[in-house]
C-alpha cells in the first residue's frame, strides 16, 4: 500500500515498531452480521471499544459475547458513537473504524505505527473498493466533492475522507469537535490542518458491507451526510496550537 503526505509526496513503507495497548473505536448500529469477522480482525493486544448506536438486533449483546468492551450511546449520530468512543479510550493512540466489515481492522497497523513514530499526527485511509458496489457511484461522487472543498479550505491534498483513522487521544480531545452527526471526520481533519498537524493517506481495500448501508447506501444518506459535511467546511476556522 503507499502512503501521502497531506501535500501528495510518498512516504516510506517501513513500518516501525508500534505501542502494546491501543484502543479501536467501532460505531456500531445493527451490525450484528459483521461484529463477528470484524473483532477477529482487530490486532492481538488491542482493544475493541464498540460504541452501540441504539441497535435492535443485538449486537450489543454479541460484541461482549466476543471479548469487545461496549459502550451505549443513546443519542443518535455517526460523530455521537465515535465520539463516545473516544471518551471511553484509555490507550494513548486510538483508532477509528466502521463495523460494517467494509474495512479490516488489520490495516490499522501501520497507521499506529507512524503516530506512534512521530511521523504523523493523524492517519487516514483512501478506500479503494475491490469489488462493484463496494462504494455506491453516488457515496463516491459526494466523497470527491467533499475532498475537493477541503483541500480549498485547508491545503491539504488528501482524496478520500474514509473512517478508518488513527491518532494521539488527547491530542484529538484537544481539537474540541462538536459535531455529533456525519460531520464529525470531516471537523477532525479541519481542525487537524487548523492546529497544523501532519496528515497522511494510506491506500485501503475496500470491501462491500455487511447488512444494508444507514448512510451511503441510499441517496437520502449520502445527501444528509454531505450537508453535514458542507456546514463543517462553512464554519469560521479556529485558531489552534499543534498537537506537539
Sequence with gaps: MSALDSYGEPVTDSI?????????????????????????????????????????????????????????????GFGAACHAGLLAAEADIVCLCDCDASLDPALLVPFVAHVAAGEADLVL????????????????????????????????????????????????????????????????VVRAAEAGWRVREVDVPYLPRAGKSKVTGTWRGTWQAVHDMREVLAAPAIEREGPR
Aim: net charge positive.
Design 125 to 188: 485511509g483512501r478506500r479503494r473498493p475491490q469489488a462493484r458496489g463496494a462504494w455506491p457511484v453516488h457515496a463516491r461522487a459526494g466523497n470527491l466533492a467533499l475532498a475537493r472543498m477541503l483541500r480549498r479550505r485547508t491545503g491539504l491534498r488528501l482524496h478520500d475522507l474514509g473512517p478508518i483513522r488513527a491518532a494521539r487521544r488527547e491530542a484529538l480531545l484537544g481539537l474540541g469537535l462538536t459535531d455529533r452527526r456525519s460531520g464529525y471526520p470531516l471537523q477532525m
Design 16 to 76: 516501525p515498531p508500534i505501542p502494546a495497548t491501543v484502543d479501536v473505536v467501532l460505531p456500531c448500529l445493527d451490525e450484528a452480521a459483521a461484529l463477528p469477522w470484524v473483532l477477529e480482525q482487530v490486532p492481538d493486544g488491542w482493544r475493541a471499544i464498540v460504541v452501540d448506536n441504539g441497535s435492535a438486533d443485538g449486537s450489543p449483546e454479541i460484541a461482549r459475547s466476543l471479548g469487545a468492551t461496549v459502550v451505549s450511546e443513546p443519542r443518535r
